[in-house]
């Protein structure tokens, strides 16, 4: 979430680089970047360090070998859909498959009013998410024919070469919102991604669970990934083991932490690294 550990931009592509290669030896299965311009005023100053997010998984894609990225969450609005594809495809092609696309509506209007990126009214912006991932959708299959929506026209989906990831990059689409967001996921995601302790993540996953009745589709399905934050700075592996367990026990299957310290890599080491095995042990109870 934050590069201002780094040590100024000069340090900034060899730290992070360090902490993919090191969470990589250690057994994290993906690595995600926001995808912001700015930093999030609410926890730092907007000024702060901030990396454009493909760009940024591309040269950790060239420095690994089997870590996946994504972004948590590409803003709709950043990127054309058919422009969006084709950077996932760019990132899939060239890790060997290890792409993901994460998506959501967009949120943060300082960056969009700052960069000029238009800013459309919230119902807009979740009409463009369906069609984006349609769009993506469309240009991962054979069809390279029109795509004829409200708000995105393309006479041509091609997308050559086509993503190395089998039958297509993997959906996470990020946010809870339980009428819109939470259906988007039911009809397309093959992930989601919740904020909260467990007890809000439970009441997340009865509300997935009635759009997945009502279009016909197995919950079990989709991925839950949860926000796992609220670990002390000393934790030990079985406080750590804890707090997953809870998540596991209402049907979550990975956790996703955010170092915000100094050395991130020597935390992650450090706080998650003895708990490995026994987290990827844990069984999620089904949904």
């Known amino acids: 979430m934050r590069f201002d550990w780094a040590g100024g931009p000069p340090r900034i592509g060899p730290r992070v680089a360090d902490l993919a290669e090191r ?26 360090p901030m990396l454009e997010g493909y760009t940024a998984l591309g ?42 696309l994460g998506i959501g509506a967009a949120w943060y209007e300082r960056e969009h009013r700052g ?17 984006a991932i349609q769009i993506c959708l469309q240009m ?5 024919g029109a795509y004829d ?35 988007l996921v039911a009809q397309y995601a093959d992930a989601c991604n919740f904020f909260g302790g467990p007890d809000e993540v439970a009441h997340k996953l009865d509300v997935l669970r009635g759009h997945c009745d009502a279009v016909g589709r197995d919950i079990n399905e989709i991925e839950v990934t949860v926000q796992y934050r609220d670990v002390s700075p000393d934790a030990g592996a079985d406080e750590v083991l804890r707090g997953a367990e809870a998540f596991a026990k ?30 990827r042990a844990i069984e999620p109870a089904p949904l």
């Open 149 to 183: 929506g409200r708000h995105y026209r393309l006479e041509e989906t091609v997308c050559s070469p086509a993503p190395v990831s089998t039958p297509r990059p993997r959906i996470l689409i990020g946010g809870g919102g339980e009428r819109k967001t939470l259906r």
């Open 59 to 100: 040269f950790l894609a060239g420095r690994t070998e089997r870590l996946r990225f994504r972004l948590l969450v590409t803003g709709v609005t950043y990127r054309h859909p058919g422009i969006l594809a084709k950077a996932v495809t760019t990132l899939d092609v060239l890790s060997g498959g290890r792409a993901e």
């Open 23 to 48: 969470a990589e030896a250690m057994g994290v299965r993906t690595a995600s970047f926001m995808d912001h311009f700015f930093q999030m005023d609410w926890m730092a100053p907007a000024e702060d």
């Open 140 to 144: 991962w299959s054979d069809d390279n």
């Open 250 to 279: 209402v049907g979550a299957s990975t956790v996703v932490t955010g170092p915000v310290t100094d050395d991130p890599a020597r935390w992650l080491e450090s706080t998650f690294g003895p708990a490995m095995e026994r987290l």
């Open 115 to 131: 960069l000029g990126v238009p800013f459309p009214p919230t119902a807009e912006r979740f009409e463009r998410l369906e069609e």
